[in-house]
């Protein structure tokens, strides 16, 4: 079956640009979605289709595909960015939905 | 606004069966796939299952296939997932999420509820 590989944590200071990467095997053929959860919430979608953000979400989130990595970007983190945030793709060969393990994401 | 609303978690024996609903309002439930998605205690997000608008199209994970069912009634605006055969492993927050298209393939899942907590212990 597919596997999605996250860091499990990622660490960065208010202000700065933080990076979540999503590891796949050719993943830069499929279309990859970002979702953020943070404690006791249900997950919000925040980019799908590798770099499309639903009405809502700033511009501050955003999204790349290519090769065997996929990467969340968040620009000007803010305290309340803080959450685990999770890839997700559809594995074709299994016609399942596949997550990553989430990354953590703490600001310093 | 646009709300999902899930019942049905509790507290079930081993080898036992569940009902989990899923209620919908404020868009065309019939437009659109659905699904449910598990989240066991401390740990990241599973998908379950998965049922496009028109129920034709219907997939569940590994994990459950066979002991699990997912079905819809859009004249009702809700979504069901039927689980029997429950084991200790099924323990989780069980969430349903709509699909952003009315297949359920290649897509994000752009509204989710607020989950039910489901226990299988005996």
């Known amino acids: 079956s597919y596997v999605l590989t996250q860091p499990p944590s990622v660490s960065v200071a208010p202000g700065q640009t933080a990076r979540i990467s999503c590891g796949g095997n050719?993943?830069?053929?499929?279309?990859v979605h970002w979702y953020h959860q943070k404690p006791g919430q249900a997950p919000v979608l925040v980019v799908y289709?590798?770099?499309d953000r639903p009405s809502g979400i700033p511009e501050r989130f955003s999204g790349s595909n290519s090769g065997n990595t996929a990467t969340l970007t968040i620009s000007r983190v803010e305290a309340g960015d803080e959450a685990d945030y999770y890839c997700?793709?559809?594995?074709?060969?299994?016609?399942?939905?596949?997550f990553g393990g989430g990354t953590k994401l703490t600001v310093l | 606004e646009v709300q999902l609303v899930e019942s049905g978690g509790g507290l079930v024996q081993p080898g036992r069966s569940l009902r989990l609903s899923c209620v919908v309002s404020?868009?065309?439930?019939?437009?659109?796939?659905m699904h449910w998605v598990r989240q066991a205690p401390g740990k990241g997000l599973e998908w379950v299952s998965g049922?496009?608008?028109?129920?034709?199209?219907?997939g569940h994970a590994d994990s459950v296939k066979g002991r699990f069912t997912i079905s819809r009634d859009n004249a009702k605006n809700s979504l069901y997932l039927q689980m029997n055969s429950l084991r200790a492993e099924d323990t989780a927050f069980y969430y349903c999420?709509?699909?952003?298209?009315?297949?359920?393939?290649?897509?994000?899942?752009?509204?989710w509820g607020q989950g039910t907590m489901v226990i299988v212990s005996s």
């Open positions: 050719n993943i830069g053929s499929k279309s």
């Open positions: 404020g868009f065309t439930f019939d437009d659109y796939a």
């Open positions: 289709d590798d770099s």
């Open positions: 997700q793709v559809w594995d074709r060969s299994s016609d399942h939905v596949v």
């Open positions: 999420a709509k699909d952003i298209n009315g297949d359920y393939v290649d897509d994000a899942f752009d509204i």
């Open positions: 049922i496009s608008w028109n129920s034709h199209s219907i």
